[in-house]
């Protein structure tokens, strides 16, 4: 995705396959199959992992970092050699910039008990840096404290970097986040966790998946969804498949979501 003088990249860490017999998004099996659009032929939910390089000016900035090589249907590790394919290594990353704190967004975040990305500077919402790394959550304290004297934080919408704006979007987590990248009069949306599957683009009522305040995050979601509505701006999601971008059309009162 070209926003004037940005270029915005898929980094691909893996793909996961989730069958709609299993309760995903707390929906039954019916219920998906008026949306064959948004699934395999094997009647799964296929869901991306992985992050998006955002390009231009004078920062390389990565938002989430994948989910690293966990076990699991939530399994990565090709986030590196994605990064490699578009000519960038990992000490090129001057910035790492979370949606937010969940496993999936933060696999590559640090390694063996160190930065990985070792000349970025690391921000975050400082609502999930509270609610995540503690040591009540062992698992996200020991992948993120090691990054406790590189973190910056933010605690409310406005600019982060050139370019870069933040949205806050409590509900999936406290600090959930979405950016909006602009250049000029263009501009592009990347959503986060505040979408999984464009399926929730369309029907209000369902619900998300990990939400840490499943109501909040569908009242978030759909407000947000509802001011974006007619205005066609291409967005994409931490989970969309291959992490495409695409646009949320409207007509005669229904939406549709559109991939070109």
Same mark, same amino acid.
């Given at each position: 995705?070209?926003?004037?003088?940005?270029?915005?990249?898929? @980094?691909?860490?893996? *793909?996961?396959?989730?069958?709609?017999?299993? =309760? %995903?998004?707390?929906?039954?099996?019916?219920?998906? +199959? &008026?949306?064959?659009?948004?699934?395999?032929?094997?009647?799964?939910?296929?869901?991306?992992?992985?992050?998006?390089?955002?390009?231009?000016?004078?920062?390389? @900035?990565?938002?989430? *970092?994948?989910?690293?090589?966990?076990?699991? =249907? %939530?399994?990565?590790?090709?986030?590196?050699?994605? +990064? &490699?394919?578009?000519?960038?290594?990992?000490?090129?990353?001057?910035?790492?910039?979370?949606?937010?704190?969940?496993?999936?967004?933060?696999?590559?975040?640090?390694?063996?008990?160190?930065?990985?990305?070792?000349?970025?500077?690391?921000?975050?919402?400082?609502?999930?840096?509270?609610?995540?790394?503690?040591?009540?959550?062992?698992?996200?304290?020991?992948?993120?404290?090691?990054?406790?004297?590189?973190?910056?934080?933010?605690?409310?919408?406005?600019?982060?970097?050139?370019?870069?704006?933040?949205?806050?979007?409590?509900?999936?987590?406290?600090?959930?986040?979405?950016?909006?990248?602009?250049?000029?009069?263009?501009?592009?949306?990347?959503?986060?966790?505040?979408?999984?599957?464009?399926?929730?683009?369309?029907?209000?009522?369902?619900?998300?998946?990990?939400?840490?305040?499943?109501?909040?995050?569908?009242?978030?979601?759909?407000?947000?969804?509802?001011?974006?509505?007619?205005?066609?701006?291409?967005?994409?999601?931490?989970?969309?498949?291959?992490?495409?971008?695409?646009?949320?059309?409207?007509?005669?009162?229904?939406?549709?979501?559109?991939?070109?």
């Amino acid at each position: 995705m070209r926003v004037g003088e940005f270029e915005i990249l898929p @980094v691909v860490d893996g *793909t996961a396959y989730i069958p709609i017999s299993e =309760p %995903f998004l707390n929906m039954p099996e019916e219920a998906w +199959l &008026a949306h064959r659009e948004f699934l395999t032929s094997n009647l799964e939910v296929e869901l991306a992992l992985g992050a998006f390089l955002i390009r231009g000016g004078n920062h390389t @900035v990565l938002v989430d *970092t994948g989910v690293g090589r966990g076990g699991g =249907p %939530f399994r990565g590790g090709e986030l590196v050699h994605s +990064l &490699a394919a578009h000519g960038v290594g990992p000490d090129d990353i001057t910035d790492v910039i979370f949606t937010h704190l969940h496993f999936d967004h933060v696999g590559w975040a640090t390694h063996d008990d160190k930065p990985f990305f070792v000349n970025a500077t690391y921000r975050c919402d400082e609502r999930d840096w509270a609610h995540f790394v503690r040591p009540e959550d062992p698992r996200a304290h020991k992948k993120l404290s090691p990054l406790t004297e590189r973190m910056t934080f933010w605690d409310r919408g406005g600019n982060l970097l050139p370019g870069i704006d933040t949205i806050i979007t409590p509900g999936h987590t406290p600090g959930s986040t979405v950016f909006v990248v602009s250049s000029g009069v263009e501009r592009a949306i990347l959503l986060g966790d505040v979408v999984h599957c464009p399926i929730e683009m369309l029907e209000e009522e369902w619900n998300g998946l990990g939400d840490v305040d499943p109501e909040l995050a569908k009242r978030t979601r759909n407000q947000l969804l509802r001011e974006l509505d007619g205005t066609e701006v291409p967005m994409a999601a931490a989970h969309f498949p291959g992490l495409q971008f695409g646009r949320m059309l409207g007509a005669q009162g229904k939406r549709s979501w559109v991939v070109p």
